[in-house]
């Protein structure tokens, strides 16, 4: 069956202007047989003496999102790679070439390679709602269509630098104002698209963007915005490939004529493809969109609309997860203890949204609109009329449960009730609530209007109803959820108890703070886990400690530094000190390494008996993900996660994880599970017997199997 016979492309001819439909949802995915379809469609057209002009338009909700992701799979090969993009290019060009106009009407998304087939069109006309871009770069590849050549034609070097490294598309009418588009239709797009087209095959007029140079006339100005954006991008990409060679192939246009700028595209495009940077962050798009299938509960359980909320605590997380609501369009009340509490917390969040308008990202009126959607109070007034509750008090058991009990009583029994707890047992604070059946996890990351994960934990009485909502509610505040089961520390704190210890160990053995926080973010992360520390705050991991210590259990077994406690017993507490693992200067946030901390790390290894030597950079990465994922494999054989995709999404948006190694459970397999097994037997003659092979690891390495399912 071909594309057109299944329907995925039609055409019909309209007032004397063939339309070419593309009808494969849910985005229009140029899947198998369906570029082909469209350039043989306009052939047709070309021949076809009704037809004065040709208008290329998706059906549905969008026209097309790119090509069909899950095609690069197939691609093995640099050869393969390089004819399959040899095949595109030349079709996009026969496609440049049509004898009758052919304009490209957009609705919904022009991303990737629909946006290089609008491109290849002589025209593009627009609802401005729309929007187009080369988001490749987050599949750790570049445009592979053209798209490098093309889009500087249309609106010049710095703009398609732009796209094509940060991935982000533009709306229509910013891509009216640059060039890539002609027009905004207002109002039918196919009607405006066929008068536009009918306009053009009136006037005898066809434009290829290929022939086009104006834009890209100034090739030094050009060259030298290539080598500003190199420049940002060595801070920024945090070891991405792909941005990089997005722009050498938009030098290449710039430096090479059309055909020779394609050459190169493709060649750079198939250095892309094959790589783990790719396979890992296209692991990463799908692993996104499966986190929201539940084996228990199916797509058609129905998800209770949030149209109001409440938010029970006005701290850090408290003021953050009011914002999460209040950005999303939802009212939210937010209660606390005390009017002084209650005006801190408020002043906190007003200061943050005039960050925002400081940095132009945000209106003024935009940011007055928002704000009062927040409605303060130290009252449980209102709360008869919300759809959920979200507390957000201190990391301690007995005040939740006094909140769940005081929350149970005041709201419709219907509403949710959910703890953005991190750490403590979900069912233990919903029987505090007289209906766990309506209680939640709803565990937000810090700053929580910023971070995209939502880690929702299931209680053991949890209805599939409060699930389904919770993941709707999620995508509503622009979050990615996923579920999680209900253990101390659920997925996220869980393992990155393993991650801390093994950076505590490490200090104490001779790595120094500085030396173990470049390793990581030259691994990729944003910050290293002694930054980071610094940012959360060295008291919050020391309150969850003691906590701990008095139900007699540690987060993570093996030796337990008290490094952290110490610098805590000396008001070390981070950045909100100006002191923790590093020093700051006032009002500074930049990191000052202080060799007191590494002293007190060398006192504690002296207590331990450990002898201090010099590590490499290449064990501190091995052993800290070596315990992640030997970690992860526990939590998914005691099934606290569905899938090891789940746990790479949890690290990725919980924890600044670098997409582009796709994740621990992703990452452990590119190293492969027998390595993985290797490190951690080697690690339990090094340092001890804590360190324990998960029975999961051991079974899946000795089978060649991987924790993502695919054969090793
Ligand atoms: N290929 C395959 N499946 C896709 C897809 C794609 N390009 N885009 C979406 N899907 C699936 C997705 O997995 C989900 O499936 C469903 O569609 C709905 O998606 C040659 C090489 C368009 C903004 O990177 O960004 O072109 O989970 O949940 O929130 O140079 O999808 O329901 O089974 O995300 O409304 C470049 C990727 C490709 C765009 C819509 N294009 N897509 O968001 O829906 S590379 C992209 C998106 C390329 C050329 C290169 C978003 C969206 P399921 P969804 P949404």
Redo the contacts with the bound molecule.
């Keep these: 069956m071909t594309a057109v016979s299944a329907g995925l492309v039609r055409s019909d001819v309209r007032d004397r202007v063939a339309v070419i439909t593309i009808d494969n949802p849910?985005?229009n995915?140029?899947?198998a047989g369906v570029p082909e379809a469209i350039s043989e469609s306009v052939e047709r057209a070309c021949d076809d003496p009704s037809a004065d002009a040709i208008v290329l338009i998706g059906a549905g909700?969008?026209f097309i999102?790119?090509?069909?992701?899950?095609v690069?799979r197939q691609l093995k090969t640099r050869e393969q790679s390089l004819e399959r993009?040899q095949a595109?290019h030349t079709r996009l060009k026969k496609l440049e070439d049509a004898s009758k106009p052919l304009v490209a009407a957009i609705h919904?998304?022009a991303?990737?390679?629909?946006l290089?087939f609008a491109m290849a069109c002589h025209y593009r006309v627009a609802v401005a709602s729309a929007n187009v871009g080369?988001?490749?770069v987050?599949?750790g590849?570049?445009?592979?269509?053209g798209?490098t050549q093309r889009l500087p034609r249309l609106c010049g070097p710095s703009l398609a630098l732009e796209m094509c490294t940060d991935?982000k598309?533009v709306g229509a009418c910013r891509a009216h104002e640059a060039g890539i588009v002609d027009a905004i239709v207002d109002g039918d797009l196919l009607a405006g698209a066929l008068t536009f087209a009918k306009a053009r095959a009136a006037a005898g007029e066809r434009r290829r963007t290929r022939d086009l140079q104006d834009r890209i006339a100034d090739r030094e100005s050009g060259v030298a915005a290539c080598r500003a954006i190199r420049a940002t991008l060595a801070r920024t990409a945090r070891g991405a490939r792909a941005p990089f060679a997005a722009v050498d192939a938009i030098e290449a246009c710039l430096t090479m004529d059309f055909d020779a700028g394609s050459r190169r595209e493709i060649e750079l495009?198939a250095d892309c493809?094959l790589s783990i940077e790719s396979k890992a962050m296209r692991h990463l798009?799908?692993a996104e969109?499966?986190a929201?299938?539940i084996p228990d509960v199916p797509k058609d359980t129905p998800a209770r609309p949030i149209t109001r909320a409440a938010v029970v605590g006005a701290g850090t997380m408290g003021g953050g997860i009011a914002m999460a609501y209040a950005n999303a369009g939802i009212p939210v009340l937010l209660k606390d203890v005390d009017q002084q509490a209650l005006d801190r917390g408020l002043a906190v969040i007003r200061r943050n949204y005039e960050s925002t308008v400081s940095k132009g990202r945000m209106t003024p009126e935009a940011m007055n609109r928002t704000l009062a959607r927040i409605t303060p109070t130290t009252s449980y007034e209102g709360f008869a009329d919300v759809d959920i509750v979200v507390e957000a008090v201190f990391e301690n058991m007995d005040l939740k449960k006094g909140t769940f009990a005081e929350i149970g009583a005041v709201t419709p029994s219907d509403a949710i009730l959910a703890s953005n707890t991190s750490t403590l047992d979900i069912d233990e604070i919903a029987a505090a609530s007289g209906r766990p059946a309506q209680v939640i996890g709803h565990h937000f990351f810090s700053p929580a209007n910023v971070m995209k994960l939502l880690e929702i934990v299931r209680g053991r009485d949890t209805r599939p109803e409060v699930i389904a909502s919770s993941l709707k509610l999620a995508?509503q505040l622009g979050k990615i959820g996923v579920v999680v089961g209900n253990c101390f520390g659920f997925v996220a704190n869980r393992m990155l108890a393993y991650y801390m210890r093994e950076a505590y160990l490490l200090l104490e053995e001779g790595a120094s703070v500085s030396q173990i926080d470049t390793a990581l973010t030259g691994f990729g992360y944003p910050v290293g886990p002694f930054g980071m520390q610094d940012i959360a705050g060295i008291d919050v991991g020391w309150r969850i400690r003691q906590h701990l210590k008095s139900a007699g259990k540690t987060r993570a077994e093996g030796p337990q530094s008290v490094v952290p406690d110490r610098l805590y017993e000396m008001g070390r507490y981070g950045q909100k000190t100006g002191a923790g693992w590093y020093r700051y200067e006032s009002g500074s946030r930049t990191r000052i390494p202080d060799p007191l901390v590494d002293a007190v790390a060398a006192e504690e290894a002296a207590n331990r008996g450990v002898t201090r030597r010099t590590i490499p950079d290449e064990e501190i990465i091995a052993r800290i993900m070596t315990a992640l994922a030997n970690e992860g494999a526990r939590v998914l054989e005691e099934g606290f996660a569905i899938r090891a995709g789940d746990i790479d999404v949890v690290y990725v948006n919980g924890f600044g994880y670098p997409r582009h190694r796709g994740g621990p459970m992703f990452y452990a397999d590119s190293v492969g599970l027998p390595e993985v097994l290797a490190r951690v037997k080697e690690y339990r003659q090094q340092f001890g017997d804590y360190w324990q092979p998960a029975p999961l690891l051991e079974k899946l390495a000795s089978e060649g199997g991987t924790f993502h399912g695919d054969a090793a």
Excluded: C, M, Y
């Excluded at 999102?65 to 899950?70: K, P, T, V």
């Excluded at 590849?141 to 269509?145: H, L, Q, V």
């Design positions: 849910p985005v995915a140029l899947g909700t969008t999102a790119g090509a069909d992701i899950n690069f993009s595109v919904g998304h991303l990737g390679g629909g290089e080369q988001p490749e987050h599949l590849i570049i445009p592979g269509a798209g991935g598309p495009f493809v798009f799908f969109r499966e929201s299938r995508k």
